[in-house]
């Protein structure tokens, strides 16, 4: 009997769709689920008369597999990760590799590299982004671990993820350790960010504008023919124009409290750790959670009323401007975001290869748009770029955009509607492009009241100095460091 070309473990949705597309690219799967029954029904109904082999037993899976024999684990992030792996090991010989195809934090992935090594075998941690269609039509793919692992499984990933028009596929070997596992992490904070600023222009249209959910719908698609045009500006204009079985509008009936599974937490606790002033993904995190006090909030409505807006300029020129906004602040998010990885890169020692990060998202996954293709531009004419804003397009492309984007902020600021992400990026804009910002000031403040000491603008950088402000305090200084 064939021996399969790969096994997977764990047949909730994504895991059973995954196993399709691989087994659609001419690839023999093993297929195993804690729950026995579940080997059963998918084997003998939507995987019937395929290339898919059902075992009930960990044993009978790795029995089943070509050498090395490649293990993809498509369970619950945590510690059954890790249970799953200790599970393994010792069914396992010597070169064989297991994959985390699952949404595991990238410090476990490190941790999890080095001890599946240490014992002889490869670990590979891949993030996965596209969702139940990407998984099984061709998702994002971005796969790091042990480079050793890359030449056995690169036929299989290339295979069945995402191509770009020229065929490229939107899966390559990110890095050693947790490298994949974080760029994934990213991906999620930056659609955090993406989901979060296009709800903040849903609103500002809506109670701003006091337009009807089929003029937004009408604008969406307008949007998604312009630079705009991505994955989620499409299921936003087809989410404005959904009505249910009795003519109801769906997104009307929906309570706003937004839910979340943690990824961009990691993203903005990454960036307090790297010190990189990661804002609008923070800020789309925070107002997932400040959506989801909502007793408190209508409490708090009744105690502070919100008077009724009416928009009273050109409302076709602002839906532009509102659309000049959108954009300036996606770019500022991915600026953060590649900020973000290319210190981690440093810290951790990876060495990413930006513009073909920018190419993995630009099919399957969540945040895929065409916008990515000028971020791979971008990286490929200087690797070494250090943020976006500073980039020859970007810089020319966020000057048209930025008296658009003040308008915008100040209108909603003034209409009293909440814009945390697009206004957050337009101060970070506006920090970053200062070239002096007032923390001389706050320096001064940390000397004062803990001898935290300071540099001087007519000394050289590097060295420390204190200053007794108060006649009383004496010189000596605190230790300088940085937490």
Request: aromatic residues 10%; proline residues 4%; contains cysteine.
């Amino acid at each position: 009997m064939k021996k399969a070309d790969i096994g997977l473990i764990g047949l909730a949705v994504m895991g059973e769709n995954l196993v399709m597309n691989m087994e659609s690219k001419g690839f023999t799967v093993a297929v195993y689920n804690r729950t026995v029954s579940k080997v059963d029904n998918f084997v003998n109904g939507r995987a019937a008369g395929k290339n898919i082999i059902g075992c009930h037993s960990l044993q009978e899976l790795v029995d089943n597999l070509a050498k090395p024999r490649k293990v993809f684990m498509m369970v619950k992030a945590g510690s059954a990760v890790d249970s799953m792996i200790d599970q393994l090991l010792p069914l396992l010989e010597d070169g064989d590799i297991i994959v985390d195809g699952g949404n595991s934090h990238f410090p476990d992935t490190i941790r999890r590299t080095e001890y599946v090594e240490s014992q002889g075998k490869l670990y590979v941690g891949t993030g996965v982004s596209g969702g139940e269609e990407g998984a099984l039509k061709g998702p994002s793919m971005m796969p790091g671990g042990s480079p050793a692992a890359w030449p056995y499984v690169k036929p299989i990933f290339q295979a069945i993820c995402a191509k770009v028009e020229d065929g490229s596929p939107c899966c390559d070997w990110v890095g050693e350790n947790g490298a994949g596992h974080f760029v994934k992490m990213v991906h999620n904070g930056i659609e955090y960010g993406d989901m979060q600023m296009i709800c903040e222009t849903y609103q500002l249209m809506k109670d701003g504008l006091g337009m009807t959910n089929e003029e937004m719908h009408e604008v969406f698609t307008a949007w998604n023919k312009t630079e705009l045009d991505s994955y989620l500006i499409e299921i936003t204009r087809d989410i404005l124009g959904y009505k249910d079985e009795d003519g109801n509008a769906t997104v009307d009936l929906i309570l706003d409290t937004a839910g979340q599974k943690g990824t961009g937490k990691w993203t903005g606790i990454a960036a307090l750790d790297e010190g990189v002033p990661l804002t609008l993904i923070g800020e789309a995190v925070f107002a997932r959670c400040l959506s989801a006090i909502k007793e408190e909030r209508v409490e708090a409505s009744k105690v502070y009323p919100h008077e009724k807006v009416v928009f009273e300029g050109d409302k076709e020129a602002f839906i532009e401007s509102l659309r000049k906004a959108l954009y300036a602040s996606k770019i500022i998010s991915y600026a953060q975001g590649y900020q973000l990885m290319r210190v981690a890169a440093g810290h951790y020692g990876w060495n990413l290869n930006y513009g073909g990060i920018a190419l993995r998202w630009r099919g399957g996954c969540i945040i895929r748009s065409v916008f990515l293709g000028k971020i791979k531009e971008a990286f490929d004419k200087n690797p070494g770029l250090q943020n976006l804003l500073l980039d020859d397009y970007f810089s020319s492309v966020i000057k048209t955009l930025v008296p658009a984007w003040r308008e915008v902020v100040a209108y909603a600021a003034k209409a009293g509607i909440p814009m945390p992400a697009l206004s957050s990026a337009l101060n970070y804009f506006d920090g970053y492009t200062s070239g002096r910002l007032p923390a001389n000031l706050l320096q001064a403040q940390r000397d004062y009241f803990g001898a935290h000491t300071y540099e001087r603008v007519d000394r050289p950088r590097g060295e420390f100095y204190h200053t007794n402000w108060t006649g009383h305090g004496g010189n000596t200084a605190a230790s300088t460091y940085n937490a």
